[in-house]
């Protein structure tokens, strides 16, 4: 893997803010990387992204997600202030003090900053410092500019149901990437390097395989669409690291379950198998209870397959998160392995 590259490219598709359903920009970023391979992509009427990489045979679809966690205005405040409500599973104690960009529908963005409503430890009533932060309760978005009032936030362009994206604060020290969402810009990143170095070394897929950037997994529904021939469906998701887990940040995690159901047993050896052979660093890991991906929409939603999820142990998923290059590196040669 062309590790330069790679982080490259990464940093480009975290540049990108993709909240759940603001997928137009993101979308074309990606039809521009696989239209310069010559590849012909097609697009989901709902948003998202279906390229065919070639081979012949028992179809492979694998899967990565380009959207991410963020939040939607949901009322001004009289005091100018403003309360958000979640897109996905983002929680306001991950993102207190993070800085945001409000994209109006006509004045372009706006900047803010995410703070408590008593924002200064000096003169926070006895015990409300101690209270959690919530959306619901204590948690709103300063915008950076002279508002005294609703009106004056209105004057910006912002108006309840605009996206609102955290910066990402992306930074890579001795082998380690430390961003919000690599999950799951990370995998797409890793798809178009694969790509990049197979098309460069004329490399052909073992069987005809399908790539999948859906851009709604993190409210569920990702997967629910997929090649009609498709007979294997892998998802290459974060493996979440933790007490009870196997998962490392330097090696992929090939996952036996999540919250919803077992991946199947079948798969999963084949996996290992592949593994093996590529010399992958790998463990096998449990991932629950409050994880899913997009390989169980597509079998909620009746399709006879056989599927299977993978990829690099994270730390802190769904906050600022962070990984090992040589995770990304193990997750790479697993996806070239399935590929070949």
């Known amino acids: 893997m062309n590790k330069?590259?790679?982080?490259?490219?990464?940093?480009?598709?975290?540049?990108?803010?993709?909240?759940?359903?603001?997928?137009?920009?993101?979308?074309?970023?990606?039809?521009?990387?696989?239209?310069?391979?010559?590849?012909?992509?097609?697009?989901?009427?709902?948003?998202?992204?279906?390229?065919?990489?070639?081979?012949?045979?028992?179809?492979?679809?694998?899967?990565?997600?380009?959207?991410?966690?963020?939040?939607?205005?949901?009322?001004?405040?009289?005091?100018?202030?403003i309360k958000v409500i979640n897109v996905g599973g983002i929680y306001a104690y991950n993102c207190e003090q993070e800085n945001v960009r409000i994209h109006t529908r006509e004045k372009g963005i706006v900047t803010g900053t995410v703070r408590r409503k008593i924002?200064?430890?000096?003169?926070?009533?006895?015990?409300?410092?101690?209270?959690?932060?919530?959306?619901?309760?204590?948690?709103?978005?300063?915008?950076?500019?002279?508002?005294?009032?609703a009106e004056d936030v209105r004057a910006l362009g912002i108006e309840v149901g605009d996206y609102i994206n955290l910066d990402t604060r992306f930074d890579y020290q001795n082998g380690y990437i430390k961003s919000r969402f690599l999950d799951d810009k990370a995998m797409v990143a890793i798809m178009i390097e694969a790509l990049r170095t197979m098309k460069e070394e004329g490399v052909t897929p073992g069987r005809k395989v399908y790539l999948h950037i859906p851009m709604y997994e993190e409210i569920?529904?990702?997967?629910?669409?997929?090649?009609?021939?498709?007979?294997?469906?892998?998802?290459?998701?974060?493996?979440?690291?933790?007490?009870?887990?196997?998962?490392?940040?330097?090696?992929?995690?090939?996952?036996?379950?999540?919250?919803?159901?077992?991946?199947?047993?079948?798969?999963i050896n084949e996996m290992i198998v592949d593994s093996k052979a590529a010399g992958v660093d790998y463990v096998c890991d449990i991932l629950t209870p409050h994880y899913g991906t997009d390989a169980d929409p597509a079998l909620v939603a009746g399709y006879d397959i056989r599927h299977g999820a993978f990829g690099p142990g994270i730390l802190s998923s769904h906050g600022y998160e962070r990984t090992h290059i040589e995770g990304i590196e193990n997750t790479y040669k697993l996806f070239v392995q399935l590929v070949s």
């Open 4 to 81: 330069e590259r790679y982080l490259e490219t990464l940093k480009e598709l975290l540049s990108i803010d993709s909240a759940t359903g603001q997928y137009h920009e993101v979308q074309d970023y990606l039809l521009k990387q696989f239209k310069d391979l010559c590849y012909e992509p097609e697009t989901l009427h709902k948003g998202g992204v279906i390229v065919c990489i070639g081979g012949e045979g028992n179809p492979l679809c694998i899967t990565a997600h380009a959207d991410t966690l963020g939040f939607m205005v949901r009322h001004i405040n009289d005091d100018g202030t």
């Open 119 to 149: 924002s200064s430890v000096h003169v926070a009533p006895e015990g409300k410092w101690d209270e959690i932060p919530d959306f619901e309760k204590n948690v709103i978005v300063c915008v950076d500019a002279d508002v005294k009032n």
């Open 220 to 267: 569920g529904h990702g997967g629910s669409f997929i090649p009609e021939d498709t007979k294997d469906f892998i998802a290459m998701d974060i493996a979440c690291t933790g007490p009870e887990q196997t998962s490392h940040e330097k090696k992929v995690s090939i996952f036996c379950k999540d919250s919803r159901f077992p991946y199947h047993a079948d798969i």
